[in-house]
């Protein structure tokens, strides 16, 4: 089980057929106009992202709650479309998703801002945030390697098939206590990041 999170092309992201994003893509637009803003334009075909959500949710909404304000806290893990334009607040859309009756659309700057909170209070390593290449834990090259920024699977296979215990061994600190939760705080900054990077929406789909 799970859900998978991935990135949307430009062509899909104005796709008006089915698995298309158009309506979502249309709302948004006609938002950040009235506000002074020029319409989102996704990037043509950026580099793929692709995790699938599958650890235990219950630690992470512990330390959402213990570090952020509650906006805060909704946000990170409350949307269902990432864009990389700032949004001062979560934008609400009626329109269905996979996983939900209405898009929840939020700017990849706030997620990325209070994602980088949580991974400070777990000492998350950079290398797990994808803040750099792929490396071992310091840049040591060995079993706790952590895999690059992108690509299909790779944080969630390196979580699950024991790359994150191994790291864990090698350099302990609060992150690696709870490795579900590290998890979480490493896919949404990841994700976050990735937006904002390569220009394109992250969907859950």
């Not at 893509?25 to 989102?40: E, K, M, N, S, W």
């Not at 329109?95 to 939020?106: Q, R």
Request: overall charge negative; hydrophobic content about 45%; proline content about 8%.
């Amino acid at each position: 089980m799970g859900i998978h999170l991935t990135s949307v092309a430009g062509e899909d992201w104005t796709d008006p057929g089915e698995g298309g994003w158009a309506e979502v893509a249309a709302a948004l637009d006609a938002d950040l106009v009235r506000r002074g803003l020029a319409p989102f334009r996704a990037a043509g075909a950026p580099e793929r992202f692709e995790e699938k959500s599958v650890a235990g949710m219950a630690g992470f909404g512990d330390l959402c709650r213990r570090v952020l304000t509650r906006e805060e806290a909704d946000l990170v893990g409350g949307w269902t479309v990432l864009v990389p334009v700032p949004l001062p607040e979560p934008l609400r859309l009626p329109f269905e998703t996979s996983y939900d009756d209405e898009a929840v659309v939020a700017g990849a700057p706030e997620v990325q801002r209070a994602a980088e909170r949580l991974a400070s209070a777990i000492a998350l390593p950079p290398e797990i945030g994808g803040n750099g290449g792929p490396g071992g834990i310091g840049g040591v090259a060995g079993p706790g390697a952590v895999p690059g920024a992108a690509g299909a699977l790779r944080l969630t296979g390196w979580f699950l098939d024991g790359g994150a215990e191994r790291a864990a061994a090698v350099r302990p600190g609060p992150w690696s206590r709870d490795r579900d939760t590290a998890f979480h705080v490493a896919l949404y900054l990841r994700a976050a990041r990735h937006a904002i990077r390569h220009g394109c929406p992250l969907v859950y789909g």
